[in-house]
């Protein structure tokens, strides 16, 4: 199976076990969608069925089955929470998940080796991609259509036009 991660619990809430997570999504409300999550715990996935969703400014208030003290909840702070792919949403097009972007081999489109995606910046407007070199070198690219030609997420692969300014 395949997973893609979609928070990180960064602290409880109240006595009764609510854990408060950063969500890692456009959308929070995409919780609500979800009946089963997984915690990633000293490197195992822990499945969890959500038994509730509540939002507090821009996080996500989750009641796991099973995590019923502020005890239990604590022993998770700190944690990934991730999805089974097939529950993910669908995106539209030319949208990707940063997971499948990163590590993309970068070409311009004249074939010149670029590097790979190393990070990707929400800026709000675009995203900014990170791309690094063998050397360590970075390149900044703004996710704009004027740069990305094409995105080949089967073969690991990102074609660029690099504008002037750019570089």
Do not use: H
Not at 71 to 92: S, T, V, W
Not at 107 to 120: P, S
């Amino acid at each position: 199976m395949e997973y893609l991660e979609i928070g990180q619990i960064v602290n409880t809430n109240g006595l009764k076990g609510l854990l408060v997570v950063n969500p890692f999504t456009d959308d929070i409300r995409r919780f609500e969608n979800l009946e089963t999550i997984y915690i990633v715990y000293n490197k195992q996935l822990i499945e969890k069925k959500i038994t509730d969703v509540k939002y507090k400014k821009n996080q996500v208030l989750l009641k796991l089955s099973g995590i019923d003290t502020i005890e239990e909840a604590e022993k998770f702070r700190e944690c990934y929470l991730k999805i089974d792919r097939k529950d993910a949403i669908k995106l539209p097009k030319d949208t990707y998940f940063i997971v499948d972007l990163i590590g993309l081999e970068v070409y311009t489109v004249d074939n010149g080796f670029l590097g790979k995606i190393d990070d990707i910046f929400q800026t709000g407007s675009n995203d900014v991609y990170v791309i690094k070199d063998e050397l360590g070198k970075q390149i900044l690219l703004p996710a704009i259509s004027e740069v990305v030609k094409k995105v080949d997420i089967d073969n690991k692969k990102m074609i660029v036009k690099l504008i002037p300014g750019i570089i």
